[in-house]
């Protein structure tokens, strides 16, 4: 019998409140309490409510019938404070052996790309958050929009997990087909589990699109579908966002009616059964390494990492927030950690991506910004005060290593202005006494004004940093 | 095809946009082909650039002989005689001047000098709209004498022109509204304006709007058939600017730069009050209020008043080079006009590599969409911005990037070739 995995993904982020620069410095609190509840509430009663009852009702219905579920730290949080229902309902699906709970980032953030130390940890508190609110261990792993790299897997593998979840993207698979199990290329006792894409995207993006050649999609059809697919072929991954159900598709397009109706038809119709990901990967042998040399994901036709990273808005950000990553360790305070994991979240970034300005469908949902570039300007204005409170949270005898690079720096300047010496003295024919003279007053200039602009409040004391001399010994290239 | 286009000015001798977009206009119809104009403006000066329209000073004309047209223009004008307070486009040393004599009612007379020619000022002054019903005047004479098969008039200056031609001729007009006196006033209205604009857009066959905002106004305001209604947005001349010929930046504060009529229409005070936000949270960034206008003392003492005039500069009107030597300077271009039908100055500060901050209230933001955008009431998200460009560079690349290159695809040649169509659509009927 041939294998479908479910897989849905559970996220909401906190977004941020329009936080003016002159709140900088003023005013620590960064959210939009108002929206975040808002559109909590209106998702939980369009789509997670309702869908988790259908759930339920089919696991117990069908005994055949499997799901997997990964859900954010920042979702159950905000299940927590805005919807203890959706929480409990959560709960009770997590309860039924049928059910399996993948882990994540808590932060549901971009670590995996920034920082290794920092990814584990965010793994690791999600695996925490996992036993807290639903007493189980998972052994599965997706990372962030399913984001994935060969190294990234090898990150995963020595966490202990024993499969990973990532997209089937077409650039990476080539004539091969997505409807197997991989494993990594690094550590092969890591599974990866492919998305279908376009099976997944039928449901997910097109099942209400009247223009599509294929609608109205109903589970009948679906099924036809599956059993076209070559009898080889062993394992089809359905994963969406969880709020495709209600909130992305309506339940006046019949995405609802489509779900209650798809267990009876796969069990039905065709020769494929209901698998968790965790059964796929101990029951299936993997076919192959993937090479996944270049980050993948699921977004966007390009399957890359343009949705969050790339052009100068986000990189500006992105490079901004992970700066702050060797302070942020050495800081306690339970409010500066609790910021510093919100704002990885990667919707900041996705509200910062600059690709779709002809068509922001989908990048406009729940976008609470009209541009890019007024996200952009939110985003840093809580940034700066976010890099205010960092720095001075930071004890100052923990700032040592600071100064160890910085003097570092000023050792890499000071070969550098040796090397323009050189090639001063190249240039004007040896005359070494002139040249040595301004070498040596370049010298002092940019060491000076390089510890002006770095180390500000430190160098007080040597204040005389004259512009028109680092002039010159810009020139001197 | 032959146009008879009545406007109000035409480069060099311009004090606003209209002037730009006139010449922009039928130098790309030009470029389009196929279409001839006879480009009437009151008073010639003699220098405009004569190699692409035939430019005609209406008091060239001598309308000794068409008087008859009179009687029935004054019948419609006269009521126009008494207080002209509220003047449109006007350069603001005129308009003072002009001003201060405040001529009460007027008797309604045509002045000819001793050829039968008509004296224009070729200004706006108090005297406007006397001068808008003696153009009128003219047009009709024109009318009877060109040969043509599409009358174009640009703003409600031109309307009567235009009515009049049309009624001589029984050619199609069409008439390119490139603000209404909603944009001007604030919705002050003048009564005796918008009667000349809504009996403009009555008589005309077809109505070009400079943007949806605009098309919008004409719609709900003017109640003028939505089909009637054509949106053509303006577009900017290629600008080849040599930085070399410009002066160099002498201070090494951040610059934020208004430039335009201080003028209600341009929200002045906004920028003023966003300023003084911005101050109190930076150093090294001064601000800059380009041009002259009505509104110019008032805020030389708001700015007094909230104590940041030694970072807060006035430079009084600028022309020619000057305006792109300013633009040069700055590290963010403002403009929170309160009601801007289009406002072609974002574009030239984008060909400038200068970023831009423009109000939802303007046509341009229509089209525009590497530029930051808010309400012109909404000083803190202006002062944000401003912020935000001077503070996190990334902005500034990506809009030197990318709005450039947006701005260069707003062609004139684009913008006439909808004229054309439009003409073209009124004729074959």
């Not at chain 1, 192959?288 to 890359?304: G, Y």
């Not at chain 2, 003409?423 to 074959?428: N, P």
Request: charged share 25%; glycine share 6%.
């Amino acid at each position: 019998m041939r294998k479908l995995c479910l897989y849905f993904q559970v996220h909401q982020p906190f977004r941020l409140r329009r936080y003016r620069f002159f709140d900088i410095g003023n005013d620590h609190y960064y959210y939009d309490d108002y929206l975040n509840e808002s559109v909590m509430k209106k998702v939980a009663e369009r789509s997670y409510l309702p869908t988790n009852k259908i759930m339920i009702d089919l696991l117990n219905k069908y005994k055949d019938f499997k799901v997997a579920f990964s859900i954010s730290g920042m979702a159950l949080e905000q299940f927590e404070l805005y919807a203890p229902e959706v929480l409990d309902s959560f709960r009770a699906l997590a309860a039924h052996p049928n059910v399996e709970l993948l882990d994540e980032t808590y932060n549901h953030s971009l670590a995996s790309l920034a920082n290794k130390d920092e990814f584990i940890r965010q793994v690791k508190e999600h695996r925490a958050a996992m036993k807290k609110y639903f007493g189980v261990t998972p052994r599965v792993f997706r990372n962030t929009e399913l984001i994935y790299s060969d190294e990234i897997g090898a990150t995963v593998a020595e966490m202990g997990y024993e499969g990973l979840l990532t997209e089937g993207a077409k650039h990476v698979l080539g004539w091969k087909s997505p409807n197997y199990l991989y494993c990594n290329a690094i550590n092969p006792r890591l599974k990866v589990l492919l998305k279908n894409f376009t099976l997944s995207d039928d449901i997910a993006f097109r099942f209400s699109d009247q223009n599509w050649a294929e609608w109205p999609l109903t589970a009948e059809k679906f099924a036809g579908w599956l059993r076209e697919i070559p009898a080889r072929e062993e394992v089809v991954g359905l994963f969406m966002d969880y709020e495709t159900f209600g909130e992305h598709q309506w339940k006046e397009t019949g995405i609802f009616e489509f779900l209650e109706a798809l267990p009876e038809k796969v069990l039905g119709t065709t020769d494929f059964v209901f698998s968790t990901p965790i059964e796929a990967i101990e029951e299936l042998q993997p076919v192959s390494d993937i090479s996944v040399p270049h980050p993948i994901s699921w977004a966007d036709e390009e399957r890359d990492l343009t949705a969050w990273l790339g052009n100068e808005l986000q990189d500006e950000a992105f490079g901004k927030l992970y700066a702050l990553h060797e302070e942020i360790r050495k800081i306690k305070d339970p409010g500066i950690l609790k910021d510093w994991c919100y704002l990885q979240a990667s919707d900041h970034f996705y509200y910062m991506c600059t690709k779709f300005f002809s068509d922001g469908a989908v990048h406009s949902y729940f976008n609470p910004y009209d541009t890019p570039y007024d996200a952009f300007i939110n985003f840093m204005n809580v940034m700066s005060d976010f890099e205010i409170r960092v720095h001075t949270a930071v004890p100052a005898r923990e700032k040592s290593p600071e100064l160890a690079r910085l003097t570092k720096l000023l050792k890499e300047k000071e070969n550098e202005v040796k090397k323009y010496q050189d090639e001063l003295i190249k240039y004007k024919g040896g005359d070494k006494l002139t040249t040595e003279k301004t070498a040596s007053k370049k010298k002092k200039a940019s060491v000076s004004s390089r510890k002006k602009t770095t180390v500000k409040k430190k160098t007080t004391a040597k204040k005389s940093s004259p512009g028109s001399r680092k002039k010159t010994s810009s020139s001197g290239k | 095809m032959k146009v008879l286009m009545f406007g109000w000015e035409f480069p060099p001798h311009i004090s606003g946009g209209l002037g730009t977009a006139s010449y922009g206009l039928t130098k790309g119809l030009y470029a389009a082909g196929g279409v001839d104009i006879l480009f009437v403006v009151p008073k010639a000066y003699g220098d405009e650039d004569q190699s692409k329209v035939k430019v005609l000073g209406a008091s060239e004309v001598n309308v000794r002989k068409h008087f008859y047209h009179f009687d029935e223009l004054r019948a419609q004008m006269s009521y126009l005689e008494v207080h002209s307070d509220i003047v449109p486009y006007t350069d603001p040393d005129e308009f003072w001047q002009l001003k201060k004599k405040e001529v009460s009612s007027r008797r309604w007379y045509v002045q000819t000098d001793e050829e039968g020619r008509l004296p224009f000022s070729g200004k706006y002054g108090s005297d406007l709209l006397d001068e808008i019903a003696r153009y009128a005047l003219v047009a009709s004479a024109i009318a009877a004498e060109y040969d043509f098969d599409v009358i174009h008039a640009h703003d409600w200056l031109a309307y009567p022109a235009g009515m009049a031609a049309k009624e001589v001729s029984g050619k199609p007009l069409v008439i390119h509204v490139h603000a209404t006196d909603f944009d001007r006033s604030r919705g002050n209205v003048n009564p005796q304006v918008y009667e000349i604009e809504k009996r403009g857009m009555d008589a005309a066959d077809k109505i070009i709007a400079v943007s949806n905002l605009t098309r919008n106004t004409i719609i709900e305001k003017y109640h003028i058939p939505p089909e009637k209604v054509v949106t053509v947005y303006n577009a900017v001349e290629p600008l080849q600017l040599n930085k070399e010929n410009f002066s160099q930046r002498s201070i090494p504060d951040k610059i934020v730069t208004f430039l335009g009529r201080i003028t209600m229409q341009k929200g002045p005070e906004y920028f003023v009050e966003a300023a003084v936000r911005v101050l109190q949270k930076m150093n090294g960034v001064r601000f800059v209020m380009a041009g002259s206008g009505d509104m110019m003392y008032k805020m030389i003492s708001l700015v007094a008043s909230e104590k940041i005039a030694d970072h807060f500069h006035f430079t009084g009107f600028l022309k020619g080079d000057d305006v792109y030597n300013m633009l040069l300077q700055s590290d963010v271009y403002v403009m929170p006009s309160v009601s801007e039908p289009f406002g072609i100055s974002p574009l030239e500060a984008l060909q400038s590599d200068v970023p831009v901050i423009i109000s939802h209230q303007s046509g341009v933001a229509e089209i525009l969409t590497h530029a930051l955008k808010v309400n012109y009431w909404d000083i803190d998200a202006m002062a944000d911005a401003i912020y935000g460009v001077l503070n996190y560079p990334a902005l500034t690349t990506m809009f030197r990037k990318y709005g450039k290159e947006e701005v260069n695809q707003l062609k004139w040649e684009n913008s006439a070739r909808k004229v054309k169509e439009i003409y073209e659509s009124l004729t074959q009927v």
